[in-house]
């Protein structure tokens, strides 16, 4: 511990020497290799300080789908982009795959929890959902897990059959394909595939023993080894991860570090954007008012404002600008200016939080062993390799069609943790497990060794809404995310649980002696153990979001009174203004948010290229 921490006191030391803007330089590595890798990693754009009063176009927020536009818009020489983000840069520590938990209470998060649950979640602190969003610049792909998960063909099948033409899988595929550049040897030159583009996927360097008994195992209930990316996505994987040599890869380093010298393109940080300004004669958008260093600004755009500050924080600032439900805007005194189901159909994946298996080996070893010893940091900063490079010890995901009435469009997922997380305190206190309840059921497993799996339902009929407390940009939505509310959600839940305990019982789980933990959870004792009562206790009571919140600004035509965006991703009744993120989703996807988060910022920056550029307005 000792060492460890004079480790890091040299390594905060010889960080501050070197000044850059594209990362915090707070943890940089001790050896002169290293240096130079992790000072590649930090050439990212600066703040910019000048003051100027227009622009062309206003992008508020750089995740994911901020970095893309930021990007892309700027290679037209003759606009002029401004790129608002209310946090600031990562640190280079928050590359090490690793690492991510680590950074849920920091100013890296928004930290947003859900509303106190009337009858759920009493398994959780304050009976309340965390609700991560990064906060920075890359969004949350600063914070994120990494997986790379496109969704399936059938998902935006279905979008565009609930009316929006041009988001069919055909269609997509294309800037699936734009946005890669696969690392995977053997995926490089698949029909799938791509390289080239803005965003590296690779395999985490490190796999453990037990992650190839996952994969025997699936083999041995009928689950083929597959590229969930591919044709078929039902079956097990190794997972496809954003990193590259064992870093992650951020949506900023993938698209704003080429940006550090482009003149047209401008990036201010902990500026946190208050207001879309909209003349409310015309409904035209024209400008934000945005706060930086307690100053209020005002820039006008002279093309379009776009929304890309997220699932949660675009509806908040569309209602908070007067685009919202009449009824909700006029309680809190907020002139309507456009009468929008906005903050309505909020959807995520939830998963069951305490699944364990103990195991007669130790195959892999517990978080804390890993974190505490130097030789994994050394390994991973010399030779870019070792058990730091795994996205916490999850390895292997499986894709199960659990219904079997859609073959080929799973239903449940399921990420298999090499070492199991929660029966540690530090991980049950951070995932908001309550303390009290964990030290009467898990506390007892701590040093046991365990494997842990998440198993979640893919796309859940439960919707949730966020709506405003107040008109302060400061004060947080109020995010209800009403999760298990429709009785199917929670019978494929309980059917993927099921799963999961059939596959321990495989000979490959088997040999290294699997046996489900089934000690009655306390606030489910007076269920019969294995019962689908039980399960139903279990579930409701301890489950957790798995971040992928979208829906809340939905995709649509004019027609579908629950729309708030075009296909194109204008707001209906609104001039000037988009929101381009994972909000516009119709309905979520049977994958991980990212990828196609990329993916409609690619899209969207066509339709804007196409609008202005094109000799005819379309
Ligand atoms: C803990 C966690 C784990 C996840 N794991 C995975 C995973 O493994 N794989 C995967 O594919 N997806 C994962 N996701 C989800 C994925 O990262 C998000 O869905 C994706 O980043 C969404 O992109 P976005 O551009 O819509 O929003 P975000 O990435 O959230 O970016 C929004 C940006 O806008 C900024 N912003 C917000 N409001 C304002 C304002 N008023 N003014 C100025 N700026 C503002 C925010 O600070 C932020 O930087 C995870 C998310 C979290 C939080
Ligand atoms: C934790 O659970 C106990 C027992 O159910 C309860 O009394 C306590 O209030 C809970 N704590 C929190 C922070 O929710
Ligand atoms: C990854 O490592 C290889 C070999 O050291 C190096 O050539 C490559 O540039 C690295 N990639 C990135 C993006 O840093
Ligand atoms: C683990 O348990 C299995 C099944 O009972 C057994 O075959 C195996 O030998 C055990 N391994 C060890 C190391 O005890
Ligand atoms: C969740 O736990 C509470 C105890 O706090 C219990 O009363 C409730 O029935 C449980 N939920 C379900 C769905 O069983």
Excluded at 504 to 521: C, E, F, M, V, W
Excluded at 599 to 607: R, V
Aim: proline share 6%; net charge negative.
């Amino acid at each position: 511990m000792l060492v460890r921490s004079a480790l890091l006191t040299i390594a905060v030391t010889v960080g501050l020497l070197e000044c850059t803007c594209g990362q915090n330089p707070v943890f940089n590595p001790i050896f002169p290799v290293v240096l130079e890798r992790e000072r590649s990693s930090m050439q990212g754009p600066c703040d910019d300080n000048s003051e100027q009063d227009s622009y062309d176009f206003i992008i508020v927020g750089s995740g994911p789908a901020g970095s893309v536009l930021a990007n892309r818009l700027s290679e037209v020489e003759d606009w002029e982009i401004l790129l608002l983000e209310a946090g600031s840069d990562g640190t280079v520590i928050m590359n090490i795959p690793y690492l991510i938990g680590q950074f849920q209470s920091t100013d890296a998060n928004w930290q947003y929890k859900t509303i106190p649950s009337e009858s759920k979640f009493s398994g959780l602190n304050g009976r309340q959902m965390d609700y991560p969003r990064g906060r920075g610049v890359g969004g949350s792909t600063l914070i994120n897990y990494m997986f790379y998960v496109r969704g399936n063909s059938r998902d935006y099948d279905n979008w565009e059959e609930m009316g929006n033409p041009g988001w069919g899988y055909d269609d997509v595929l294309p800037y699936f394909k734009k946005i890669e550049d696969m690392q995977i040897p053997v995926l490089r030159d698949d029909e799938f595939h791509s390289t080239g583009g803005n965003v590296k996927v690779s395999y985490p360097p490190y796999r453990s023993k037990i992650s190839d008994i996952f994969l025997q195992a699936g083999l041995e209930t009928g689950s083929p080894e597959v590229d969930y990316n591919g044709k078929h996505q039902t079956g097990s994987a190794r997972i496809q991860t954003t990193t590259v040599n064992g870093s992650r890869w951020t949506a900023s380093r993938g698209y704003l570090y080429s940006l550090r010298d482009r003149h047209n393109f401008h990036l201010k940080k902990r500026a946190l954007v208050k207001k879309v300004l909209i003349n409310e004669n015309t409904n035209t958008a024209y400008g934000v008012i945005y706060t930086k260093n307690g100053k209020d600004y005002t820039v006008r755009a002279r093309k379009e404002v776009i929304l890309c500050a997220g699932a949660i924080n675009s509806p908040q600032l569309l209602m908070l600008s007067g685009v919202g439900p009449k009824d909700h805007l006029e309680e809190l005194n907020i002139q309507v200016i456009k009468d929008l189901k906005v903050g309505y159909n909020l959807m995520d994946h939830v998963a069951f939080a305490t699944l364990m298996f103990t195991v007669n080996v130790s195959k892999f070893p517990s978080p804390m062993k890993v974190i505490g010893d130097q030789r994994n940091f050394f390994n991973y900063y010399v030779y870019n390799n070792g058990p730091m490079t795994s996205q916490l010890g999850s390895e292997i995901v499986s894709y199960h069609d659990i219904r079997n009435n859609t073959p080929g469009w799973p239903d449940i997922e399921v990420i298999y943790f090499s070492a199991a997380l929660l029966n540690n305190p530090q991980y049950a206190n951070a995932f908001g497990l309550n303390m009290s309840l964990y030290a009467d059921h898990i506390a007892s497993i701590q040093e046991t060794p365990a494997y842990q799996v998440f198993p979640f339902q893919m796309r859940p009929k439960s919707r949730g809404r966020i709506t405003l407390k107040d008109s302060d940009i400061n004060t947080p939505p109020l995010i209800n995310p009403n999760a298990f509310s429709e009785e199917e959600d929670i019978q494929i839940q309980i059917a993927g649980i099921r799963k999961m305990i059939e596959i321990s019982r495989t000979p490959a789980l088997q040999s290294i002696g699997a046996t489900l933990y089934d000690k009655p959870l306390p606030l489910c004792e007076d269920y019969e153990y294995d019962s689908d009562d039980y399960w139903r206790c279990a579930l409701l009571n301890f489950s957790i979001s798995v971040s992928h919140q979208c829906g809340t600004c939905k995709m649509g035509p004019e027609s579908d009174e629950t729309a708030v965006v075009s296909s194109r991703l204008k707001v209906h009744g609104v001039h000037n203004l988009r929101v381009v993120d994972a909000s516009i989703f119709p309905q979520i996807i049977s994958g991980h948010l990212q990828a196609p988060t990329y993916m409609i910022a690619e899209k969207a920056a066509d339709f804007i290229k196409e609008d202005y550029l094109k000799p005819h307005h379309l």
